[in-house]
């Protein structure tokens, strides 16, 4: 049973416009949401967070929104660039330091020129 | 750069062959490391928590003589798979994170393929 969705395996946007990548869990025990992105044959790299507390969370081109109330939070990207293309992973963690993450299935984002 | 370093990135061995993979920190210590690992078009599914100085956790359904893990410092976690058999062959990722805090980092992963 998956506790964190991305039921969207791919997406594709075009150079420019906003790429919106969603994501939903199923566990309200969860405190800490974070995005990563993966490259072929490299290890995720973390690209941005969010409190469970919050509902927002801005870093230049990349904002996150979280709505508690159903279980939803989306990356969104704007501009895209073609360098955004890449395989984008949603990860939560239980209220509790040092514990492990759990990740999504992840969506494979192509941003065409 | 890297926080967290993972070697190799790549092995190909028989099958019966064990494999051990190295996972440092390399700007911080880190009490907890974790394993995870992941199949074609699947999530990083998480293998087990590395404690230094103390057994690893394992997660359900994972063999601990199979996996055996070692984190005998603060800035190294070692997993070795044990009589690799073809099924073993996935990616393989470690990740770390300085006491407590977030995000965790990430190696770059070992392509582990076993024939």
């Known amino acids: 049973d998956q506790q964190v969705k991305q039921n969207s395996p791919s997406l594709s946007v075009q150079e420019g416009r906003i790429s919106i990548l969603n994501c939903d869990y199923t566990?309200?025990?969860?405190?800490?949401f974070l995005w990563y992105k993966k490259y072929p044959a490299e290890g995720p790299t973390f690209l941005i967070s969010i409190s469970s507390i919050k509902d927002k969370n801005e870093d230049g081109r990349f904002t996150v929104f979280l709505n508690k109330s159903a279980k939803h939070l989306s990356l969104h990207i704007v501009p895209s660039q073609p360098g955004d293309s890449a395989v984008y992973f949603c990860?939560?963690?239980?209220?509790?330091?040092?514990?492990?993450?759990?990740f999504g299935k992840g969506t494979t984002l192509s941003v065409s020129s | 750069g890297a926080v967290v370093s993972q070697h190799p990135s790549r092995v190909i061995c028989k099958s019966g062959t064990s494999v051990k993979i190295e996972c440092r920190s390399l700007d911080f210590q880190a009490t907890t490391m974790f394993w995870y690992r992941q199949f074609p078009k699947q999530s990083l599914m998480l293998m087990a928590t590395s404690n230094e100085g103390s057994k690893a956790t394992y997660e359900q359904g994972v063999e601990k003589d199979k996996f055996l893990i070692n984190h005998a410092s603060l800035t190294l976690s070692t997993l070795t798979v044990t009589s690799a058999h073809p099924e073993d062959s996935s990616f393989y990722i470690c990740s770390a994170s300085d006491v407590g805090a977030q995000p965790q980092h990430f190696g770059d992963g070992t392509r582990l393929s076993i024939l």
């Open positions: 990860a939560a963690r239980l209220n509790q330091a040092g514990t492990a993450l759990i």
């Open positions: 566990n309200s025990m969860f405190d800490y």
